[in-house]
C-alpha cells in the first residue's frame, strides 16, 4: 500500500511526500506478508480480502503502520494491506475473488 501523506515519524510529524491525508483510501487485507507474529494476529482480527478504510498511516524508516477507522487505536503493518483505488497497484497480484 502507499504510504503517501502518512504521518512521518521522523520528520517532526509531517506527512509523507503530500500534505493530503491518507484518510478515507480504501485498502485490502492481503492475509500475507509480514512479521509472523504481527500477521497471526491481524489474522485473528480480520478476515482475508476484507475491505477497510485508513484512518491514518505511519511511516517509520524500517516499518509503517497503518490505523483502520474499523479497529480504532490498534496498527497493523502496512505491508499487509494494499490499495484499492490506486491506479499503480497491480490488481492481478491480489488475487481477489471478485
Excluded: C
Excluded at 512521518?8 to 509523507?16: P, Q
Excluded at 511511516?59 to 491506479?87: C, H, I, Q, W, Y
Aim: aromatic fraction near 10%; hydrophobic fraction near 35%.
Amino acid at each position: 500500500m502507499s504510504l503517501i501523506g502518512g504521518i512521518d515519524t521522523y520528520a517532526f510529524n509531517k506527512r509523507f511526500k503530500s500534505e493530503e491525508s491518507p484518510a478515507g483510501r480504501s485498502v485490502v487485507f492481503l492475509s500475507k506478508n509480514g512479521r509472523g507474529i504481527e500477521l497471526e494476529h491481524a489474522k485473528t482480527l480480520i478476515a482475508e480480502n476484507r475491505i477497510l478504510t485508513v484512518k491514518e498511516i505511519y511511516v517509520g524508516r524500517s516499518s509503517s503502520t497503518v490505523e483502520f477507522e474499523e479497529f480504532p487505536g490498534r496498527k497493523f503493518n502496512t505491508v499487509m494491506f494494499a490499495d484499492l483505488d490506486d491506479p499503480e497497484e497491480d490488481m492481478d497480484d491480489l488475487d481477489m475473488p471478485f
